[in-house]
């Protein structure tokens, strides 16, 4: 192999192969085979070769990449239907999207740390609110129709109807039906679709798109009063730039308002990731599913934001909760945000109107060719009639446009930001002149659906509209962040490694970000490339028969993976199987996704080592035999150790003819070293956020494939805009986020299948070593084999609230002051700290953790020994923000001590913007929309 072949894995995995073998020797052992023949079971360890690509340095897989980009052929689209073509603003390209300040930030739990993006999601929280003219709007959801199917879910809990019927306008998108269908049929809940509700039928909520999916404005306050009368509630999807200029759901009485943001300036990217929206009520406020994030105080009475309500309600309620739903589309929110206010109310309306004036022109010009334009009152799209459409989309194809088909005698137009004049003209040449001139009139908009209502008119949407002044808000945000360009970030089960640059640059090339997920298969080569490479890669690295790379998030892929197992045991006419066995150490998102599929969660405890309790798996099997459906297990497991009885544990579920679902959240760990489809799992979600360098992005976006047996294959997720009544859809879009799996392509083919190997290897060593390192000032919960960890190890902190009270909370808040994102916080056993270092991370930023670590416990020794106050001291008051230097100091420790706690501070110092967070004061005082700027002075 030659040495450029191999530059990729030395800048990815951060420890030198001198320094490794230290550690081994360190840790006692001779070799890495040695160090993993004692760590992994000899059950499931596999050291068997696979058939993957030699590896390419970094110039080569761009290049090849960039080859097979340009097998996408890239036309200009109007075919519309959720997906439209818009610009970038650059300044947020370069500064936001290619930005790992942004790109690489985790999901805010830890606010002081968060600051910024938390206010970029504020924004756009308000943006939302106030364009679709409803009281309160989450930070988004993974897509527009996963918005439309948890709006339906919040209706059937809190309406007062009765019904279990739900009725969809016939008119809505064709991928939000898909959707919405394969969320209620589990759970029993009746589709109703029609052109208007039944009105003798009582429903307990309707949806309706507005505008809807053939371009027309309809009134929908007589049927919204309809609904509501009988107690249901209404739900609208919508488009925000046509809110710009149309009355609100608000205004028309709503409920609920759903959609998509990827028309505020991220592109199409064949299908994602997008932001989805949801707005609501004030009343459904504590209903809202996915993140809110609110205003509070930190303990100085300073204003500041938090994650409110219903942070990972997954974890808390578990099989209670009522969304599986733990991560959100941040960074493609972000730049919906920050292009809103680059625009501004008057910018965002100046769009609208020109797309709209295009959308007229075009209306009258083919009306007075003799066209029919089948809606009247229309924003963006019209719905032509013809007799020969294909003669239309001859002219189209060699004029490099995609139309829209609606029938064999229907074409649809959809218009928007990127349209020309020139455009306008090329369309108008597709269609001859028929010669049957029609009376002379004009089609003009239909005044009655004009907004009346203001919107965006806080200060941070009419402040930043030059390239200036965007450049520096967008500065002064990510300053007030930690993201993985100023440290590590050790969460435990959340593998924040390194995501490359040269994984990331493709992602916004041409080929991939502005290709249309309904453009003509021979328009999409490229990516089908990239598709079919994944599914042979990952396929082959997990032992599986197939992949599906639909789901868009690990919880999604959960959800999918338990509706194959359900779909599987249906076909067989199996119907009594609906038991789900879920250890205790379980993610809460498991739990969640199993009652979504409409199982009966049964808890497996775990004995004192943390591992599932096998006599309480075998009575429990015993008890429920053949009406178990699935068991969920994660692997290695959620205490960061690997079970030496996994493989008993998938024979004794197999034996009563269920299935085995694997976890894939901790994957980085078992990559090249054993193969989840070949010792006892049948399915597997993986996060490619996180084994497979996709960035977090402040918390999305992400993919989560699942890989299945041979027997589960037919029953993987279809085509959202072609499955029968038997099947099933999990995104909006075939490949759902298929716009970022170039990041995992790179990744693989610039690793190859030795470094890929290596990686695990050292994600596993790093975590051993720090393990060792702190294991003299902390007690290491779980272990393994001859006391190993795995890719995490827990400490253990709850005896220092007896000793001295400090809790798990205090380190955290400390860590601050160190410069560190803080790990994993009370979970998966509360009062502990969950740590993962992963493979990218050098020996001396390792090295540094443990100091500050270790520092952390010298300074609760000394409240333990009485020299510092229980109350008053180092941890107590952490972090210190920079206010308090210039404030009276009333502490019982210096400046110095605070700021400074090591030499390593002074060289490379954070400062966080505000002082601890009051989270209680936040949901008892909910503001959820941009505070007034004075409010910060």
């Known amino acids: 192999m030659s040495q450029n072949s191999k530059e990729f894995s030395q800048r990815h995995i951060g420890l030198k192969d001198s320094e490794i073998n230290h550690i081994l020797h360190d840790l006692g052992y001779g070799s890495m085979e040695d160090f993993l023949d004692k760590l992994i079971p000899n ?45 970038v ?25 968060a600051q910024g993006r938390l206010e970029a999601l504020m924004n756009y929280q308000t943006m939302v609110s106030d364009l679709t003219g409803m009281d309160i709007s989450n930070a988004s959801l993974l897509d527009e129709p996963t918005s439309a199917a948890e709006a339906m879910m919040l209706a059937k809990r809190v309406a007062k109807s009765k019904s279990n019927t739900f009725f969809i306008n016939s008119k809505t998108f064709k991928q939000t039906i898909s959707i919405i269908k ?26 309706f798109q507005y505008p809807n999916a053939e371009g027309s404005i309809e009134d929908l306050e007589s049927v919204t009063k309809d609904i509501q009368a009988k107690g249901g509630l209404m739900i609208i999807g919508t488009d925000l730039l046509a809110l710009t200029l149309l009355k609100t759901p608000g205004d028309l009485g709503a409920d609920i308002a759903v959609g998509s943001a990827q028309r505020f300036g991220v592109p199409m990217g064949f299908g994602g990731p997008h932001a989805g929206f949801m707005a609501v009520k004030d009343v459904y406020k504590r209903s809202l599913p996915g993140r809110l994030i609110g205003l509070t105080q930190d303990s100085k009475g300073r204003p500041c934001y938090r994650l409110a309500l219903q942070t990972r309600e997954q974890h808390i309620r ?62 963006d799209t019209l719905v032509v009639e013809l007799e020969n459409p294909e003669q239309v989309h001859l002219r189209a194809k060699d004029k490099k446009i995609n139309l829209r088909v609606i029938s064999e005698k229907e074409l649809g137009l959809s218009f928007d930001e990127m349209t020309t004049d020139q455009d306008v003209n090329n369309i108008s040449e597709l269609f001859e002149d028929l010669k049957k001139p029609l009376k002379k009139y004009e089609i003009n908009w239909d005044k009655s659906f004009d907004r ?38 050790p969460l435990g ?49 997990t032992g599986y028969e197939a992949i599906s790379l639909q789901p868009n998030a690990g919880s999604q892929g959960e959800y ?53 309790d096998f006599d309480d798996l075998k009575n429990k099997v015993n008890t429920h035999k053949n009406k178990i459906a699935a068991m969920m297990i994660t692997y290695p497991s959620t205490h960061g150790v690997f079970e030496e009885r996994v493989k008993d544990v998938c024979d004794l579920i197999h034996n009563f003819g269920g299935f085995i679902y694997i976890d894939g959240a901790n994957f980085n760990a078992m990559v090249g070293t054993c193969y989840p489809g070949e010792f006892g799992g049948d399915v597997s979600h993986l996060n490619l956020h996180k084994t497979f360098c996709i960035p977090h992005g402040g918390g999305g976006p992400g993919v989560g494939p699942i890989g299945v047996v041979e027997k589960l294959k037919p029953y993987l997720p279809k085509d959202p805009l072609n499955f029968a009544d038997s099947e099933y859809s999990i995104s909006g879009t075939h490949y759902g986020s298929a716009s970022i799996l170039p990041i995992s392509w790179m990744y693989i083919a610039m690793m190859g299948e030795d470094h890929l190997r290596k990686a695990t290897q050292v994600a596993i060593l790093n975590t051993n070593y720090l393990a060792k390192r702190l294991k003299d000032h902390y007690k290491i919960l779980y272990t393994g084999n001859e006391g190993l960890v795995a890719h995490e190890c827990i400490l253990d902190v709850r005896p220092f609230k007896e000793s001295c009270g400090i809790e798990a909370e205090d380190i955290a808040k400390r860590l601050i002051d160190y410069g560190f994102h803080a790990p994993t ?14 493979e990218s991370e050098s020996l001396d930023e390792l090295n540094r953790f443990c100091d500050a670590m270790i520092g952390i416990r010298n300074e609760i020794k000394a409240i333990e020994d009485g020299i510092s106050d229980k109350e008053d001291n180092l941890l107590k008051n952490a972090p210190h923000c920079i206010d308090d230097a210039i404030e009276d100091w009333n502490y019982s420790y210096t400046k110095k001590e605070a700021y400074y706690p090591n030499n390593q501070t002074k060289l490379q110092k954070y400062w966080p913007p505000v002082g601890r967070v009051d989270n209680v004061y936040g949901d008892r005082n909910l503001v959820c929309t941009c505070p007034s700027i004075k409010d910060f002075k």
Not at 825 to 838: K, R, Y
Request: hydrophobic share 35%; glycine share 6%; with cysteine.
């Open 43 to 87: 059950s499931i360890y596999s050291k068997k070769e696979l058939n993957l690509p030699d590896p390419l340095d970094e110039p080569s897989a761009l290049r090849a990449l960039k080859e097979i980009s340009k097998k996408n052929k890239v036309f200009k689209t109007f075919i519309g239907q959720g997906f439209y073509n818009c610009n």
């Open 89 to 113: 603003p650059a300044v947020i390209k370069r500064n936001v999207f290619e930005n790992p300040g942004w790109y690489t930030s985790y999901t805010p739990y830890q606010p002081e740390i």
């Open 182 to 207: 394969t969320r209620a049929k589990p759970l029993g809940v009746e589709i109703e679709i029609g052109d208007h509700p039944d009105k003798g039928r009582e429903y307990f909520a309707a949806y």
């Open 318 to 379: 578990r099989e209670k909760a009522t969304s599986n739903i733990c991560t959100a589309q941040a960074l493609l929110a972000i730049m919906s945000s920050f292009y809103a206010i680059y625009h501004g109310p008057n910018g965002l309306k100046s769009i609208a109107s020109d797309v709209k004036e295009k959308t007229l022109k075009i209306a009258n010009e083919l009306s007075r060719k003799g066209y029919v334009i089948k809606n009247n009152n229309f924003f």
């Open 452 to 489: 009346k209502t203001e919107y965006l008119n806080h200060e941070v949407f009419n402040s930043h509209h030059s390239e200036t002044q965007i450049l520096r808000y967008i500065r002064s945000l990510s300053d007030k962040d930690i993201a993985l360009d100023r440290c590590m970030i």
């Open 493 to 541: 089960s959340c593998t924040m490694k390194l995501n490359a640059t040269s994984e990331m640059i493709p992602v916004g090339w041409n080929g991939f970000a502005n290709v249309h997920p309904h453009a003509p298969t021979d328009q999409t080569e490229g990516y089908q490339k990239i598709i079919c490479d994944l599914e042979d890669w990952l396929s082959q690295i």
């Open 560 to 612: 999918a993976g338990l509706l194959a197992i359900d779909s599987f045991h249906k076909a067989n006419n199996d119907h009594d199987r609906n038991i789900c066995l879920i250890p205790e150490s379980a993610h809460g998102t498991n739990p969640a996704s199993a009652q979504m599929v409409g199982y009966e969660v049964v808890v497996i405890d775990c004995d004192e080592n943390g591992d599932i």
């Open 825 to 838: 916080m009370s979970w998966p056993v509360a009062g502990t700290l969950m740590i993962e270092p992963t």
